[in-house]
C-alpha cells in the first residue's frame, strides 16, 4: 500500500514494522482482517485500487470488501450507482439495462425516482446499504425473462374516435348514468 499511497499510507496507518523490527499493531491487524482472502483477491483487489485511482488509501473493511467483489466480478459501488441512475430507457433486456443482476436486485429496492434525480452523494448514501447487504449475502440470479427484448405496442390501426365515444355512451347508459353525468334513478 505504501507503494501505492506513498505518505498518505504511512501516514494514517505508520510503517509496518516499528524501528525494532517488529511488525506493528497496524499491520498485525490488517493481517488478520485479511486472513481468509486468496492470493486472487488480494491481487484483485490492488487491481481495483490501481484502476480506480482513489486519492486516499482504503480502510481495512473497505479494502477487504474490494477484495471479495472484484473476485467475483461485482461491479463496484460507483459503477452500481452510475448503472441505475443511466437506466432510464425501456428498451432493451433487463440484462442490457441493468448489466448485472445485483443492480438488478438493488433497483427492486430503491426508490428510481428519488435516485435519478438525487446527487452522486444522495445516491450513494441510497444504494450504499443494500449495496453492502447484497454483496456481503448474496444476491438473486437473472430471472427468466431478463434476457427477453421488450416488445413495443404497434399501433397499425388508426383509433376511431365516433367508436370510442359510441362505447363510452354505451357503458354510462349501462351503469345507469344520464346524460348530464348524474345517476338516473
Known amino acids: ?46 487491481d ?33 450507482v452510475s448503472i441505475l441512475a443511466n437506466a432510464r430507457s425501456r428498451e432493451g433486456s433487463l440484462a442490457d439495462r441493468f448489466r448485472h443482476p445485483l443492480v438488478l436486485a438493488i433497483a427492486q429496492e430503491v426508490d ?5 434525480t438525487a446527487s452522486t452523494a444522495k445516491a450513494m448514501a441510497m444504494v450504499g446499504p443494500a449495496y453492502k447487504r447484497l454483496v456481503a449475502a448474496g444476491w438473486p440470479e437473472w430471472p427468466e425473462h431478463a434476457f427477453d427484448r421488450v416488445k ?3 399501433r397499425d390501426k388508426p383509433v376511431n374516435h365516433q367508436a370510442a365515444r359510441e362505447g363510452l355512451a354505451r357503458m354510462r347508459e349501462a351503469l345507469g348514468f344520464g346524460g348530464n353525468g348524474r345517476v338516473v334513478c
Open 112 to 116: 428510481m425516482h428519488v435516485l435519478r
Open 1 to 46: 500500500m505504501s507503494a501505492i499511497y506513498g505518505h498518505r499510507w504511512v501516514s494514517a496507518y505508520g510503517l509496518h514494522v516499528d524501528e525494532t523490527g517488529k511488525v506493528s499493531q497496524a499491520a498485525e491487524t490488517w493481517a488478520m482482517g485479511l486472513s481468509g482472502l486468496s492470493r486472487e483477491q488480494l491481487a484483485h483487489g490492488f
Open 152 to 154: 413495443s405496442i404497434g
Open 48 to 80: 481495483y485500487l490501481l484502476k480506480n485511482g482513489q486519492e486516499w488509501p482504503p480502510t481495512l473493511p473497505e479494502f477487504r470488501e474490494m477484495c471479495m467483489q472484484a473476485s467475483a466480478d461485482v461491479p463496484g459501488l460507483n459503477e452500481v
